[in-house]
């Protein structure tokens, strides 16, 4: 027998009075996986998260958590507290008053709460904080003590709200690895809720891009990280994903005219008028009509801006350019949008 | 090593500190003034009662007055947390047709003097009036009338406490609560309700402080309390008893005044940066129940009863076509009055506010404590102990004459309104004073200033806002008072509208205190008002 | 304030006195115009306005002090020799003759107090009665029909009056006639008919007013009280009448207000000369028809609402016991009833 999908979002819209914030939002996280929402600030991933939870009422679509719909055309079947999620907050909202112990065991009942308290500080390295309040311990420690209060009531899915918000770069690859070995470990469905590109593509199984749209956000493409990195379906999502600039082409079966040069296109792409260009999509070659501007230390490589006749371009490369004058040539099929 | 250069000093540093001193002084006057006549009680001129202090506290009755006193203050607290703290729960937290409205009119009783509520309510709800004959009540007046009228009296300050720290709390807590399976009542307790106790605590502790010093509201609902009795044994020229409920008086209201002044530092609660503006959700039955009750309560007994009585004493002294007294003289009187005493009041609470906000260190410390002291003091307390510091002075002196033109002259009475009020014109003019940057008058000897022209040029402007909401504050409050014009005032002449109204609600000339308490509560809501459409400091 | 410029005047006038070698007071010189200084325990409501009259009948300006008549009485004591005031109104007799009997009142001329029947001044002539007020009950005439009204007032002690009634044990009248009944019968009589009283749990007023009102609207029946009070109001609308007790019962008190000229005064011409005001025709007239009290010149008839008493029916009180208030305070004070 099938598990229940944790989580199925079904045509999911909602607005504040007449300002859309969501509209037509359909996506689903399956048994064990680790889903990244991706998205610029102000694009209702809070709104998602908060209607999801309970904590607002959509007006339109289907919430299903463990094959229960909650929530469905504006109508609550389920409120917050009967949910099974977990939620970890932006900034951890633990309880004060109570202990790093009592705090995990809050949603928990029976006596086997103290057995369940002892594996979840275990696993979430916390053992030796059990019995000190919240306010003593670091901001990485108390973002795990979120996790192990929702973690303990093993709810359908977990959701992190932007978990990399208040944490210093220096810490973001330990933080983002620890928050992950912890969830894959519990077997736990999550859903975590970003703007960090960087996080989202590293951390997750798979990525749902939510981008801006004229009646509220709207997901723009689902798909590994890779997938939704080297292949967007367009313009919009290839920015969100990663450094982009376009090149105006014309796409004559698999092959593009650009100002630049003509390319190679990949062959799965659908877009035909313009050129997706990351820094590391094209590379320098001496001899050539345009002009390096400024190079930047990137290590272990360097980020050089050259001039063209399109505007200046930012090019990865390996090793600091010898020549002024280049000419710039992708190293693989290039890709489209339109 | 160099000594540091003591010219580093801002410009009036030494004069502040001097006027705080000053300050300090005034307020101990009228406690010198008790005991002067504490110590060495004078013999009653007619025969009267035996002055020994020990002989009056071991008299019958002194325990239940002391009780009395104890059991109003505590009804007041535990009512006014409970009405307070709903309302302010529903106005932050609660979604409900008609919540801005609510929210709004549920604090306007702030402005109403104790006595206006006390005796339009005692009215309508004794029989004779409309309420008291529909429910069949006798009489509202007594200790347990004092508690419903002074519980809607401090109410709404602890509605804003709690306010403020509710929305300093954020929801985020709650939610999480709620996310772990908690009931709407656990997450609340788990969520919210820590953040609140400290508010909670300092509301209630205010509200008892407040309705043990109250004189207004007790004297006209005849509650056996010791504000109440103190400025009876006055009238009566009791002084040795005066003194005796005066002492008993402090040592109720001392320990209070500590109390809030160490729980005022927790007062706010804890916080975190941004706090996410909690969701508002729609109350059950009971607890949307239980805040239309509080609500009812607060409006009906704090606004509705207070307004509508009064016009309706005035429209029925014209139809039963009775002569009103002209209202000139009062409006004259208390305009003049009011606002000599706001000027006083501000300038006096100059030095402080300057300590508190441009220094460290034991002044600044020292200079809140000194604002903030006589505020604690009932006002019926300052009065009697500035009458007895007259009197003691002047005796002292072997001139027992001067006392009268000293009362007459009204000083003791400019005094004791100043005193009472110094700490709410303390408030504005200290935040006016933060706002000056010490640095800037490092800056200006940089560049050659004299400290005359930085005193004019830099400090008076960014003062007189301060300085003049401090007056403003001080001008409505002194309006409005009771106890230490009558005690003071009387001698002077001065028929202010608070006296208007006493003196014709006493004698049942309803139409005429209606009069002057309509006018009294209008400009007083106005004042109200203006402050609320302000964003607050 | 007129009160705060005459008062600051009268100290230096008063400065000027006692630095005259001879102890006399000073002649007043010819062209200032004398100002006559009253404190006054009856309230400004019901005499200010014939004391607003002086100046226009008299020629002789006064300044008032109002205040409370054991307050100022005090304070005339206190400030001794050196006292401003000229002339003390006093709203009951006990502490005119308190006063009396200190010193702290001139004699006053035979032609003055021969202008009032002798029952109406001091028998030392140092005060003079300027009207009458005579203590009755205040009763609902329906809720207390004719047959229930008391013929004693000893009788309000019975317990079939238990919640009906109301008093004003902190009026000055109130107090004066405890002081008239423990002259009448004596302190043990008078002790136990207050007690009997108290237990009735008697509604407290401030003043005497409100009883009026108050047995009009039915929260209490029965009120103690100074005649002249039901007439402030439509007593026939509310339904209230006085009512005496039977002749010479211990209820029937009449009570003087009165009027002395503070010995040592300097104004003594100016303040005989008010004092004769207050008792001639015209501020008898006004004492009967504007505040309905009983005149004490004779030939002045009272107010026709107002039932004449015949001095029969009036009990006899020695006034020296009225003049005994530092007793009756402390008895009150140690009943509890103050």
């Given at each position: 027998?099938?598990?229940?999908?944790?989580?199925?979002?079904?045509?999911?819209?909602?607005?504040?009075?007449?300002?859309?914030?969501?509209?037509?939002?359909?996506?689903?996280?399956?048994?064990?996986?680790?889903?990244?929402?991706?998205?610029?600030?102000?694009?209702?991933?809070?709104?998602?998260?908060?209607?999801?939870?309970?904590?607002?009422?959509?007006?339109?679509?289907?919430?299903?958590?463990?094959?229960?719909?909650?929530?469905?055309?504006?109508?609550?079947?389920?409120?917050?507290?009967?949910?099974?999620?977990?939620?970890?907050?932006?900034?951890?909202?633990?309880?004060?008053?109570?202990?790093?112990?009592?705090?995990?065991?809050?949603?928990?009942?029976?006596?086997?709460?103290?057995?369940?308290?002892?594996?979840?500080?275990?696993?979430?390295?916390?053992?030796?904080?059990?019995?000190r309040r919240p306010q003593t311990l670091s901001g990485g420690q108390q973002q795990r003590v979120a996790l192990a209060r929702a973690l303990a009531t093993e709810p359908a899915v977990l959701l992190l709200d932007e978990p990399f918000a208040n944490v210093d770069p220096a810490l973001r690859l330990a933080l983002g690895e620890g928050l992950r070995r912890i969830v894959v470990e519990s077997g736990q469905a999550a859903l975590l809720i970003t703007h960090d590109r960087d996080e989202a593509l590293g951390l997750a199984d798979r990525v749902l891009v939510l981008a801006?749209?004229?009646?509220?956000?709207?997901?723009?493409?689902?798909?590994?990280?890779?997938?939704?990195?080297?292949?967007?379906?367009?313009?919009?999502?290839?920015?969100?994903?990663?450094?982009?600039?376009?090149?105006?082409?014309?796409?004559?079966?698999?092959?593009?005219?650009?100002?630049?040069?003509?390319?190679?296109?990949?062959?799965?792409?659908?877009?035909?008028?313009?050129?997706?260009?990351?820094?590391?999509?094209?590379?320098?070659?001496?001899?050539?009509?345009?002009?390096?501007?400024?190079?930047?230390?990137?290590?272990?490589?360097?980020?050089?801006?050259?001039?063209?006749?399109?505007?200046?371009?930012?090019?990865?490369?390996?090793?600091?350019?010898?020549?002024?004058?280049?000419?710039?040539?992708?190293?693989?099929?290039?890709?489209?949008?339109? | 090593?160099?000594?540091?250069?003591?010219?580093?000093?801002?410009?009036?540093?030494?004069?502040?500190?001097?006027?705080?001193?000053?300050?300090?002084?005034?307020?101990?006057?009228?406690?010198?003034?008790?005991?002067?006549?504490?110590?060495?009680?004078?013999?009653?001129?007619?025969?009267?009662?035996?002055?020994?202090?020990?002989?009056?506290?071991?008299?019958?009755?002194?325990?239940?007055?002391?009780?009395?006193?104890?059991?109003?203050?505590?009804?007041?607290?535990?009512?006014?947390?409970?009405?307070?703290?709903?309302?302010?729960?529903?106005?932050?937290?609660?979604?409900?047709?008609?919540?801005?409205?609510?929210?709004?009119?549920?604090?306007?009783?702030?402005?109403?003097?104790?006595?206006?509520?006390?005796?339009?309510?005692?009215?309508?709800?004794?029989?004779?009036?409309?309420?008291?004959?529909?429910?069949?009540?006798?009489?509202?007046?007594?200790?347990?009338?004092?508690?419903?009228?002074?519980?809607?009296?401090?109410?709404?300050?602890?509605?804003?406490?709690?306010?403020?720290?509710?929305?300093?709390?954020?929801?985020?807590?709650?939610?999480?609560?709620?996310t772990l399976g908690a009931s709407p009542w656990r997450a609340f307790q788990h969520g919210t309700l820590p953040a609140l106790r400290p508010a909670l605590a300092y509301g209630g502790l205010v509200a008892l402080l407040y309705a043990t010093s109250d004189f207004g509201a007790v004297a006209v609902l005849d509650a056996p309390v010791l504000t109440w009795r103190l400025f009876e044994a006055v009238t009566h020229q009791d002084l040795a008893r005066a003194t005796l409920f005066a002492l008993l008086l402090l040592a109720v209201v001392g320990p209070l005044y500590i109390?809030?002044?160490?729980?005022?530092?927790?007062?706010?609660?804890?916080?975190?940066?941004?706090?996410?503006?909690?969701?508002?959700?729609?109350?059950?039955?009971?607890?949307?129940?239980?805040?239309?009750?509080?609500?009812?309560?607060?409006?009906?007994?704090?606004?509705?009863?207070?307004?509508?009585?009064?016009?309706?004493?005035?429209?029925?002294?014209?139809?039963?076509?009775?002569?009103?007294?002209?209202?000139?003289?009062?409006?004259?009187?208390?305009?003049?009055?009011?606002?000599?005493?706001?000027?006083?009041?501000?300038?006096?609470?100059?030095?402080?506010?300057?300590?508190?906000?441009?220094?460290?260190?034991?002044?600044?410390?020292?200079?809140?404590?000194?604002?903030?002291?006589?505020?604690?003091?009932?006002?019926?307390?300052?009065?009697?102990?500035?009458?007895?510091?007259?009197?003691?002075?002047?005796?002292?002196?072997?001139?027992?004459?001067?006392?009268?033109?000293?009362?007459?002259?009204?000083?003791?009475?400019?005094?004791?309104?100043?005193?009472?009020?110094?700490?709410?014109?303390?408030?504005?003019?200290?935040?006016?004073?933060?706002?000056?940057?010490?640095?800037?008058?490092?800056?200006?000897?940089?560049?050659?200033?004299?400290?005359?022209?930085?005193?004019?040029?830099?400090?008076?402007?960014?003062?007189?806002?301060?300085?003049?909401?401090?007056?403003?504050?001080?001008?409505?409050?002194?309006?409005?008072?009771?106890?230490?014009?009558?005690?003071?005032?009387?001698?002077?002449?001065?028929?202010?509208?608070?006296?208007?109204?006493?003196?014709?609600?006493?004698?049942?000339?309803?139409?005429?205190?209606?009069?002057?308490?309509?006018?009294?509560?209008?400009?007083?809501?106005?004042?109200?008002?203006?402050?609320?459409?302000?964003?607050?400091? | 304030?007129?009160?705060?410029?005459?008062?600051?005047?009268?100290?230096?006038?008063?400065?000027?006195?006692?630095?005259?070698?001879?102890?006399?007071?000073?002649?007043?010189?010819?062209?200032?115009?004398?100002?006559?200084?009253?404190?006054?325990?009856?309230?400004?409501?019901?005499?200010?306005?014939?004391?607003?009259?002086?100046?226009?009948?008299?020629?002789?300006?006064?300044?008032?002090?109002?205040?409370?008549?054991?307050?100022?009485?005090?304070?005339?004591?206190?400030?001794?020799?050196?006292?401003?005031?000229?002339?003390?109104?006093?709203?009951?007799?006990?502490?005119?003759?308190?006063?009396?009997?200190?010193?702290?009142?001139?004699?006053?001329?035979?032609?003055?107090?021969?202008?009032?029947?002798?029952?109406?001044?001091?028998?030392?002539?140092?005060?003079?009665?300027?009207?009458?007020?005579?203590?009755?009950?205040?009763?609902?005439?329906?809720?207390?029909?004719?047959?229930?009204?008391?013929?004693?007032?000893?009788?309000?002690?019975?317990?079939?009056?238990?919640?009906?009634?109301?008093?004003?044990?902190?009026?000055?009248?109130?107090?004066?006639?405890?002081?008239?009944?423990?002259?009448?019968?004596?302190?043990?009589?008078?002790?136990?008919?207050?007690?009997?009283?108290?237990?009735?749990?008697?509604?407290?007023?401030?003043?005497?007013?409100?009883?009026?009102?108050?047995?009009?609207?039915?929260?209490?029946?029965?009120?103690?009280?100074?005649?002249?009070?039901?007439?402030?109001?439509?007593?026939?609308?509310?339904?209230?009448?006085?009512?005496?007790?039977?002749?010479?019962?211990?209820?029937?008190?009449?009570?003087?207000?009165?009027?002395?000229?503070?010995?040592?005064?300097?104004?003594?011409?100016?303040?005989?000369?008010?004092?004769?005001?207050?008792?001639?025709?015209?501020?008898?007239?006004?004492?009967a028809e504007q505040t309905r009290e009983y005149p004490t010149r004779p030939g002045v008839s009272t107010h026709p609402d107002v039932p004449a008493i015949a001095p029969e029916a009036l009990v006899v009180v020695p006034q020296d016991a009225l003049a005994d208030v530092g007793a009756t305070r402390t008895m009150l004070q140690e009943l509890g009833l103050q």
């Open positions: 027998m099938t598990p229940p999908t944790p989580l199925s979002v079904h045509a999911l819209g909602h607005a504040f009075g007449q300002v859309g914030v969501l509209d037509q939002v359909s996506f689903e996280v399956g048994p064990g996986e680790v889903v990244a929402l991706l998205g610029p600030s102000g694009v209702g991933k809070t709104t998602l998260l908060r209607a999801i939870a309970g904590l607002l009422t959509p007006g339109a679509g289907r919430v299903e958590l463990a094959g229960v719909s909650v929530v469905n055309d504006g109508l609550e079947h389920v409120p917050t507290e009967r949910r099974r999620v977990g939620l970890v907050f932006q900034d951890y909202a633990l309880f004060p008053h109570l202990s790093v112990a009592d705090n995990v065991a809050f949603g928990l009942q029976g006596p086997s709460t103290a057995d369940r308290v002892a594996s979840l500080l275990a696993l979430t390295e916390l053992s030796p904080f059990a019995g801006p749209g004229s009646k509220g956000g709207t997901i723009a493409q689902s798909g590994l990280p890779d997938a939704v990195y080297s292949h967007p379906v367009s313009a919009t999502v290839a920015g969100l994903t990663g450094p982009a600039t376009f090149l105006p082409g014309l796409r004559r079966d698999d092959e593009v005219e650009t100002p630049l040069g003509t390319w190679a296109v990949d062959g799965r792409c659908i877009g035909g008028t313009r050129v997706v260009v990351r820094p590391e999509t094209l590379q320098l070659i001496v001899g050539g009509p345009w002009t390096i501007g400024r190079v930047r230390s990137a290590p272990p490589g360097f980020l050089v801006q050259v001039h063209t006749a399109e505007g200046p371009i930012w090019v990865a490369t390996s090793r600091r350019p010898t020549s002024k004058k280049v000419r710039l040539s992708p190293l693989d099929p290039v890709w489209m949008v339109d | 090593m160099p000594a540091a250069p003591t010219s580093h000093t801002p410009p009036g540093t030494r004069t502040a500190r001097a006027a705080t001193v000053g300050v300090g002084v005034l307020v101990l006057v009228p406690a010198l003034g008790l005991a002067a006549f504490a110590l060495d009680p004078p013999p009653d001129p007619f025969g009267g009662p035996a002055p020994s202090l020990l002989d009056l506290l071991a008299a019958p009755g002194m325990g239940s007055l002391v009780l009395g006193t104890l059991a109003l203050g505590l009804g007041v607290a535990l009512g006014a947390v409970l009405v307070g703290g709903l309302l302010a729960y529903a106005a932050e937290r609660l979604d409900f047709p008609g919540r801005r409205w609510l929210s709004v009119l549920t604090v306007l009783p702030l402005a109403l003097p104790s006595y206006i509520i006390a005796s339009t309510t005692s009215r309508a709800l004794s029989r004779g009036g409309p309420i008291g004959d529909l429910l069949g009540l006798q009489r509202f007046g007594g200790v347990l009338a004092a508690v419903v009228v002074l519980t809607v009296a401090t109410a709404p300050y602890v509605q804003l406490v709690v306010r403020a720290a509710l929305s300093r709390a954020g929801g985020a807590t709650e939610e999480a609560a709620r109390g809030t002044r160490v729980v005022r530092g927790d007062s706010a609660g804890p916080g975190v940066a941004n706090p996410r503006a909690a969701a508002r959700r729609r109350p059950g039955w009971l607890l949307g129940g239980a805040v239309a009750l509080a609500a009812v309560l607060q409006i009906g007994l704090g606004l509705i009863i207070p307004v509508a009585s009064q016009l309706s004493w005035v429209l029925d002294g014209l139809h039963r076509g009775l002569a009103f007294a002209p209202l000139v003289e009062p409006v004259v009187h208390s305009t003049l009055a009011a606002a000599v005493a706001a000027v006083v009041t501000a300038a006096l609470a100059l030095g402080p506010a300057w300590g508190a906000g441009q220094q460290r260190g034991p002044w600044h410390t020292a200079s809140e404590q000194v604002a903030y002291l006589p505020s604690a003091v009932p006002g019926v307390l300052v009065a009697f102990g500035l009458l007895l510091a007259g009197l003691a002075l002047t005796r002292g002196l072997g001139h027992a004459e001067w006392y009268a033109p000293l009362l007459g002259s009204g000083v003791l009475l400019v005094t004791g309104w100043s005193l009472r009020f110094v700490a709410e014109a303390f408030g504005p003019l200290r935040a006016s004073a933060l706002q000056v940057d010490p640095r800037l008058w490092q800056a200006a000897r940089v560049l050659g200033g004299q400290r005359g022209r930085y005193l004019s040029s830099v400090v008076a402007p960014a003062l007189a806002p301060g300085a003049g909401a401090a007056a403003l504050v001080a001008f409505v409050a002194v309006l409005k008072e009771l106890p230490v014009t009558l005690v003071l005032g009387s001698a002077t002449g001065l028929r202010p509208l608070p006296y208007r109204i006493w003196d014709r609600y006493s004698e049942a000339l309803w139409h005429d205190a209606g009069l002057a308490g309509l006018v009294l509560v209008a400009v007083a809501l106005g004042a109200v008002w203006s402050t609320l459409k302000e964003p607050s400091a | 304030m007129r009160t705060l410029l005459l008062s600051l005047t009268a100290l230096l006038v008063g400065c000027g006195d006692t630095a005259t070698p001879t102890g006399e007071p000073a002649t007043p010189k010819v062209e200032e115009a004398p100002t006559v200084t009253i404190y006054s325990g009856r309230g400004e409501s019901l005499i200010g306005p014939l004391l607003d009259r002086v100046e226009a009948e008299t020629g002789v300006k006064v300044a008032v002090q109002y205040g409370g008549t054991s307050e100022l009485a005090t304070r005339l004591l206190a400030e001794g020799q050196a006292s401003p005031a000229d002339v003390f109104l006093a709203q009951d007799p006990g502490h005119l003759g308190a006063l009396a009997e200190r010193g702290v009142l001139a004699p006053l001329p035979e032609s003055l107090l021969a202008q009032v029947s002798p029952a109406y001044r001091d028998d030392g002539g140092r005060w003079i009665g300027t009207s009458g007020r005579l203590r009755v009950l205040v009763v609902h005439s329906e809720r207390v029909p004719e047959a229930e009204r008391p013929h004693s007032l000893e009788e309000l002690a019975d317990p079939r009056w238990k919640g009906r009634l109301g008093w004003a044990p902190g009026n000055g009248s109130f107090q004066a006639h405890v002081s008239a009944l423990r002259s009448v019968w004596g302190e043990e009589r008078t002790r136990a008919w207050l007690q009997g009283v108290s237990a009735n749990a008697p509604t407290v007023y401030p003043k005497n007013s409100p009883q009026v009102e108050a047995a009009g609207s039915g929260a209490i029946d029965v009120g103690w009280v100074n005649h002249y009070y039901l007439y402030k109001f439509d007593h026939q609308a509310l339904g209230v009448v006085n009512h005496s007790f039977e002749p010479g019962d211990a209820g029937n008190l009449m009570m003087l207000s009165g009027a002395g000229i503070r010995a040592g005064s300097a104004q003594a011409e100016a303040a005989e000369t008010v004092v004769a005001f207050l008792v001639s025709e015209t501020a008898q007239q006004y004492f």
